[in-house]
């Protein structure tokens, strides 16, 4: 798929067949969010890949109880390691995180998979069901999986609202 396609047809998708992933579809998203530009190239992330349906489920109420969360194939939770901040006083740890999980979500639907980045969650509850530190942030969660419908449109705003040339 080009490129300009595949940044078009990419969406939220929050309804999953029970069919598994493609052999060899996981370790392609993986890579995808493995290979993401960090600052300083520092690449403080880790990724917690939950397979298994019974911790799936578990996960639900964590994530304000979005069904879908259950039914899918696979939950990504994208972390980072460690907190840092760049000059310009932005915080790298969750950009960083962010531009990973984002090319995971993109591998996803280069695969014409769906996923659904979640940032409704708690951070505590999901900390406590995956075993994950204290001291680790998860940034989100990406929920995987064989759409079992198209998802809504995808609406966004016009490109003369956001663009400022120049000057604001």
Not at 61 to 79: H, L, T
Not at 84 to 101: E, K, R, T, V, W
């Amino acid at each position: 798929m080009e490129f300009k396609d595949l940044i078009t047809a990419r969406k939220s998708i929050r309804s999953f067949t029970d069919a598994p992933l493609p052999d060899g579809a996981l370790d392609f998203i993986l890579e995808a969010g493995r290979l993401a530009n960090s600052a300083k190239n520092r690449q403080k992330w880790a990724f917690v890949v939950v397979e298994n349906s019974e911790t799936k489920k578990t996960l639900v109420p964590a994530c304000r109880n979005q069904a879908f969360v259950g039914e899918s194939a696979v939950v990504i939770a994208v972390c980072a390691t460690d907190e840092y901040y760049m000059s310009c006083d932005n915080p790298a740890h969750f950009i960083d995180a962010s531009i990973a999980l984002d090319h995971m979500q993109l591998a996803v639907a280069d695969l014409g998979l769906g996923s659904c980045w979640l940032g409704a969650f708690n951070q505590d509850a999901v900390r406590d069901i995956l075993g994950i530190p204290k001291d680790i942030i998860v940034v989100g969660l990406l929920v995987i999986g064989v759409p079992a419908d198209q998802g809504r449109p995808k609406t966004r705003l016009p490109i003369e609202e956001i663009v400022h040339r120049e000057k604001w």
